[in-house]
Each structure stands twice: as C-alpha cells, then as structure tokens.
C-alpha cells in the first residue's frame, strides 16, 4: 500500500469514529508502530518493536499516544508517513 494511501486510510478511519468532539480515543494496550517526516529527506519511527501505549488518541490535527506511565507524545498528521497499531497480549 502506497504510504499516502496508508495516511489517508488511518485519518479517514478516525474521523469516521469519533467519540468526543474532535476526538477519538482507543483504549488499549497497544503497540503502536510509525514513521514520521522529520524533514523533506529524513523521517523518523518508533523502532521494528513499536511503542507500547495504554491510550490511543486522534485529533483532526495529530495523534496522542499515552503510555502506562502518564507519558505523552504527540505526533502531527501531516507529518505521518505510517501508522499501525495493534493490541499488545
């Protein structure tokens, strides 16, 4: 699947299911794997073992990923190459 397609598909599907007002949340655990765009030629990631979050949270604008212990990262939609996520056993 093409990485544009990738994007679309995940914004799309989280502007279909909102919860909230503007938001949508996935209660996990979940291991959450990216790519970024950091610059015009270099992107960033999660690493091949992803990141293991509790809370998944979309926006219109970015994506919220929470951990166990209370720590946030924010990443930008316009800027996500890829995004997958899966529930952690």
Known sequence: MPKTLAVA???SFAACQQNTAGSRLEQGPY???YT???SDSSTSGSGPKG???ERIR???QYVVLETKEGR???LPVDRLV???WSKRK
Request: hydrophobic share 50%; net charge neutral.
């Open 36 to 38: 970024i765009r950091t």
């Open 31 to 33: 291991t959450v794997k």
């Open 72 to 74: 946030s990262q924010l």
């Open 58 to 60: 979309f926006h219109e």
């Open 51 to 53: 990141v293991d979050v």
């Open 9 to 11: 598909f995940v914004l």
């Open 82 to 84: 890829d995004f997958r």
